[in-house]
């Protein structure tokens, strides 16, 4: 676009509050040789560009915190042009979780027998069913009413979980193999099979919530 004015400038409503990334395109096509200054919501960031003829330019600025953008290019000699404009969002993208953890709940799912869906990244960018995360962190498991039979070993690499439900998945003999979730605050192992406890319970120093209603304990 070449200025009919001294001014050329362009106002956009933003989604939301947050940071952009702007780029500005230029391209010499004419046998002038425009000079302009830049200003980007008042602010003036070049205060004497010139588009050379014959020439492609381009142009990259950060803005933070805003919502509105106006982008002003002012005379200094010949109109001011630009050939085309970006605008991006800046996003922050979470960690991915731990190759540990996709490990884990890979085995897990082979053990269930059943195809849960489970696929690229447990959290991110939703997190996978039957799971709930913190940030990057898998911290639940609801794994009820999948026929399960016991408590795979792989359960205690999912070291970050607070909540674990196991509710009526066929559980049989003692309780194991969560003995290493320190995070752990509530796990429901209602409505199995289970004899007893074994010595598991006794490592969930944060356990708040246990229920271990329905089933067959001993002693």
């Known amino acids: 676009v070449l200025a009919r004015k001294d001014r050329l400038s362009y106002t956009l409503s933003l989604d939301?509050?947050?940071?952009?990334?702007?780029?500005?395109?230029?391209?010499?096509?004419?046998?002038?040789?425009?000079c302009f200054s830049v200003t980007i919501n008042g602010k003036v960031k070049q205060s004497d560009y010139t588009v050379t003829s014959s020439e492609a330019t381009t142009l990259y600025f950060t803005q933070k915190r805003i919502s509105k953008l106006n982008i002003t290019f002012g005379k200094i000699k010949f109109n001011p042009q630009v050939n085309a404009l970006e605008v991006y969002e800046i996003l922050q993208i979470p960690p991915e979780a731990s190759s540990t953890t996709v490990s884990a709940l890979k085995v897990i799912e082979q053990f269930t027998g059943q195809d849960l869906g489970w696929q690229d990244d447990p959290c991110t960018p939703l997190p996978w069913n039957h799971i709930g995360c913190e940030g990057s962190s898998v911290t639940s498991l609801f794994l009820s009413q999948i026929n399960l039979r016991s408590i795979s070993p792989t359960f205690g690499d999912l070291l970050d979980l607070?909540?674990?439900?196991?509710?009526?998945?066929?559980?049989?003999?003692?309780?194991?193999?969560?003995?290493?979730?320190?995070?752990?605050?509530?796990?429901?192992?209602?409505?199995?099979?289970?004899?007893?406890?074994?010595?598991?319970?006794?490592?969930?120093?944060?356990?708040?919530?246990?229920?271990?209603?329905?089933?067959?304990?001993?002693?």
Not at 17 to 34: T, V
Not at 183 to 212: A, C, M, T, Y
């Open 16 to 34: 939301v509050l947050g940071d952009y990334y702007i780029i500005l395109y230029f391209a010499g096509i004419l046998s002038l040789s425009p």
């Open 162 to 219: 607070k909540t674990l439900d196991l509710h009526n998945t066929s559980l049989t003999g003692a309780v194991q193999n969560v003995g290493s979730l320190q995070h752990l605050q509530q796990l429901n192992l209602s409505f199995n099979q289970l004899k007893s406890f074994g010595s598991e319970l006794e490592n969930l120093i944060n356990l708040e919530v246990l229920d271990l209603q329905n089933n067959s304990l001993q002693g």
